[in-house]
């Protein structure tokens, strides 16, 4: 192993070892306040050099979720400068994942007429890490002006290709579905490209297995809560990049209930890991998966690529673990509803 790999694989479980603990975890549900779960994370986490200039008494959530978001995208910033084949593919990943996130964003607002509130929301940190025009995008005010300010990036053609419908409303849903299509697909032809033998195994592996369980979950959601054919049903799930047999989708499409979809998943192998992740809600299945995958590969993989796209993961769980937190208590939700939501 080079100097450079040995290098990326201490620091990222360096910084794996420096995660939430079930103590710290236990600490934060028993705050009472969005102040108090700063002051905790402020005093006794590994966010205090982070949240060091903010203040308990006047503290935005908003600000708070800003800052920690800007904490993780700086900390694998940092980490992808290490000279390794798949840093350039993994950068690449976060970016494009924030891009579309901020695309469907002001698409949601565009359908809304409520333009005006994307660019108060924006990441500013995040704009010297991306070629889209970042003012044009938040000035336009119809689809045509949106279309122009992505005409230089990669996903215009899929965009123009969505436009709004007779009535003027936007598919938002069928856009997220192939804007991520999209980056999933270059993610795994970095994978194929740049990287062989069980580097490229153990990659594909996390990258699948994570698809397959989105495949189910969406599954699950858009027959239970859009009533979706068959066929519309598979034209918003990433089946380029599935294990899961065709038949086996092909039934779960079909199938009259969600309890129906759950026999038939369960029947595959991937499908009788389920019940052992605990899970509130089927959304949860993918995260946990991921999650569950990634702790997994930070102690056993030799590979820097494999344990630094974990550690990402493992960083983005206990980000959504910490907004959770907040979001519950900030809502005064019993304290055992909001630990089950937590992924740890």
Same mark, same amino acid.
């Given at each position: ?151 230089? =990036? ?5 965009? /123009?290709?969505?436009?709004? %419908?007779?009535? #003027?409303?936007?598919?938002? &849903? +069928? !856009? ?86 759950? =026999? ?5 192998? /991937?499908?009788?890991?389920? %019940?052992?992740? #605990?899970?509130?809600?089927? &959304? +949860? !299945? ?59």
């Amino acid at each position: 192993m080079s100097k450079t790999s040995f290098a990326v694989l201490t620091k990222a479980r360096s910084k794996y070892g420096n995660r939430l603990t079930s103590k710290d975890y236990n600490s934060l549900l028993a705050c009472q306040s969005v102040a108090e779960v700063m002051s905790y994370l402020k005093s006794y986490t590994h966010y205090s050099a982070v949240l060091r200039d903010m203040n308990e008494r006047d503290v935005h959530r908003g600000r708070l979720e800003a800052l920690l978001r800007q904490n993780l995208f700086n900390e694998f910033d940092s980490l992808c400068h290490y000279d390794s084949g798949m840093s350039e593919g993994f950068s690449q990943y976060v970016i494009e994942k924030i891009e579309v996130e901020q695309i469907i964003r002001f698409l949601i607002l565009l359908n809304s007429n409520s333009t005006e509130k994307f660019i108060y929301q924006f990441p500013g940190y995040f704009s010297k890490h991306t070629d889209i025009d970042i003012y044009k995008l938040a000035n336009a005010k119809n689809y045509e002006e949106f279309l122009s300010a992505l005409a230089d =990036s990669p996903y215009y053609n899929i965009l /123009k290709n969505n436009g709004p %419908d007779e009535n #003027g409303c936007l598919h938002i &849903s +069928d !856009i997220e579905n192939e804007l991520y299509q999209f980056i999933f697909k270059n993610i795994l032809g970095k994978i194929l490209k740049k990287t062989r033998g069980r580097e490229r195994e153990e990659l594909n592996s996390l990258f699948y297995t994570i698809n397959d369980y989105d495949v189910f979950s969406r599954i699950l959601r858009l027959k239970k809560y859009y009533k979706l054919s068959s066929d519309s049903i598979k034209k918003n799930l990433v089946l380029d990049c599935c294990d899961l047999s065709a038949k086996t989708v092909d039934a779960m499409c079909n199938a009259e209930s969600s309890a129906e979809v759950f =026999s038939i998943m369960q029947k595959t192998r /991937k499908g009788r890991l389920i %019940d052992k992740i #605990g899970y509130v809600y089927a &959304s +949860d !299945i993918t995260p946990r998966v991921k999650y569950k995958l990634a702790r997994k590969n930070m102690y056993f993989s030799n590979n820097p690529s494999v344990v630094m796209i974990s550690y990402m993961f493992v960083s983005e769980t206990e980000l959504m673990n910490i907004i959770t937190l907040i979001e519950g208590i900030r809502y005064k939700l019993d304290t055992k509803l909001i630990q089950s939501l937590l992924v740890y």
